[in-house]
């Protein structure tokens, strides 16, 4: 009860230090105390006071305490996660990304990629335009980890097949995507093309996908990476998009490509080999693969 109360204090140390406290106590999963109604309002009222109300500092440091604390809880406990958003949380936080302070934009990102943790907070997280909110987010583009946590709360959400297609911007989502491929980030890539390879199964987004020279070179690129992970869903991706005739016919691979990929069917992982055929096999119905496949002597 101090520490609720303390959340609320007029001193902004107390507000800071307690927000703190509770942050630190929130890494206990077995900590079941911080999960009661009145705490998980305090935690919610701290992201949700809009005005900075001292110049130390402290009252953005208790803001990014809370997010962490909120994080950490939302992650374990879907039910938590699902009573912060009926609080209200999510128009205060994606608020807390217009603040200029970088180390609060990343908590906030971190806090949103927690929360889409679990597929019933993703309608709210639709209403706010949450995906808008992380593609347009100033320093997306230019801090690593706010892009990296933006990127994971987009995947999760593209994974859900029951979200309304609209809200994923999938124009605007695969050209974010495709800016974002580090290949020497290979978690990031994970996350990439895990969330393409879902969005490529629905009709509606396969023509922004393929027309978007950037995401299909990169696709390409990662489909011969080593990393297992990323080989499948990258060419789980172009399978996807070429199972469509309409789209197979104009999906053009290089010469080196029709190579690499006949080598794959070699690979000792099943997955892959499986992939793999679904690439072959639905670019079977395109002419020219038909020739790049037989000057392959296959």
Same mark, same amino acid.
């Given at each position: 009860?101090?520490?609720?109360?303390?959340?609320?204090?007029?001193?902004?140390?107390?507000?800071? %230090?307690?927000? *703190?406290?509770?942050?630190?106590?929130?890494?206990? =999963?077995?900590?079941? !105390?911080?999960?009661?109604?009145?705490?998980? /309002?305090?935690?919610?009222?701290?992201?949700?006071?809009?005005?900075?109300?001292?110049?130390?500092?402290?009252?953005?440091?208790?803001?990014?305490?809370?997010?962490?604390? +909120?994080?950490?809880?939302?992650? $374990?406990?879907?039910?938590?996660? $699902?009573?912060?958003?009926?609080?209200? %949380?999510?128009?205060?936080?994606?608020?807390?990304?217009?603040?200029?302070? =970088?180390?609060?934009?990343? #908590?906030?990102?971190?806090?949103?990629? @927690?929360?889409?943790?679990?597929?019933?907070?993703?309608?709210? %997280?639709?209403?706010?335009?949450?995906?808008?909110?992380?593609?347009?987010?100033?320093?997306?583009?230019? *801090?690593?980890?706010?892009?990296?946590?933006?990127?994971?709360?987009?995947? /999760? %959400?593209?994974?859900?097949? #029951?979200?309304?297609?609209?809200?994923?911007?999938? @124009?605007?989502? &695969?050209?974010?995507? !495709?800016?974002?491929?580090?290949?020497?980030?290979?978690?990031?890539? /994970?996350?990439?093309?895990?969330?393409?390879?879902?969005?490529?199964?629905?009709?509606? !987004? @396969?023509?922004?996908?393929?027309?978007?020279?950037?995401?299909?070179?990169?696709?390409?690129?990662?489909?011969?990476?080593?990393?297992?992970?990323?080989? /499948?869903? !990258?060419?789980?991706? +172009?399978?996807? +998009?070429?199972?469509?005739?309409?789209?197979?016919?104009?999906?053009?691979?290089?010469?080196?490509?029709? &190579?690499?990929?006949?080598?794959?069917?070699?690979?000792?992982?099943? $997955?892959?080999?499986?992939? &793999?055929?679904?690439?072959?096999?639905?670019?079977?119905?395109? &002419?020219?693969?038909?020739?790049?496949?037989?000057? =392959?002597?296959?």
């Amino acid at each position: 009860k101090n520490l609720i109360a303390f959340c609320c204090h007029s001193d902004s140390d107390v507000r800071r %230090l307690s927000s *703190l406290t509770i942050s630190n106590l929130s890494a206990n =999963e077995m900590n079941t !105390a911080l999960k009661g109604k009145d705490m998980l /309002r305090a935690l919610n009222n701290i992201i949700g006071v809009h005005k900075v109300l001292d110049s130390s500092g402290n009252d953005i440091e208790s803001k990014c305490y809370a997010c962490m604390a +909120i994080g950490s809880l939302a992650s $374990t406990d879907e039910a938590v996660g $699902t009573q912060f958003v009926s609080m209200g %949380l999510i128009p205060s936080l994606l608020q807390l990304l217009s603040v200029e302070d =970088e180390q609060l934009n990343l #908590c906030a990102v971190y806090l949103v990629d @927690k929360l889409s943790l679990h597929e019933d907070t993703h309608p709210r %997280l639709h209403v706010y335009r949450t995906v808008s909110h992380l593609i347009n987010h100033e320093y997306a583009t230019e *801090l690593p980890h706010i892009r990296t946590y933006s990127i994971g709360a987009i995947r /999760r %959400l593209c994974e859900n097949t #029951c979200t309304d297609i609209e809200h994923l911007m999938v @124009k605007e989502t &695969t050209e974010f995507m !495709a800016s974002s491929c580090d290949f020497g980030d290979i978690e990031r890539c /994970r996350q990439i093309v895990s969330g393409i390879c879902h969005l490529s199964l629905r009709h509606e !987004a @396969k023509s922004e996908i393929l027309n978007s020279k950037a995401m299909m070179g990169s696709l390409i690129d990662l489909s011969k990476m080593t990393d297992l992970d990323v080989c /499948r869903f !990258a060419l789980g991706s +172009i399978a996807n +998009i070429a199972d469509d005739n309409q789209f197979c016919r104009v999906i053009s691979l290089s010469q080196l490509t029709v &190579t690499s990929l006949l080598h794959a069917l070699d690979s000792e992982d099943t $997955t892959i080999v499986r992939e &793999t055929s679904r690439v072959i096999a639905n670019l079977l119905s395109s &002419t020219e693969f038909q020739a790049a496949i037989l000057k =392959e002597g296959g």
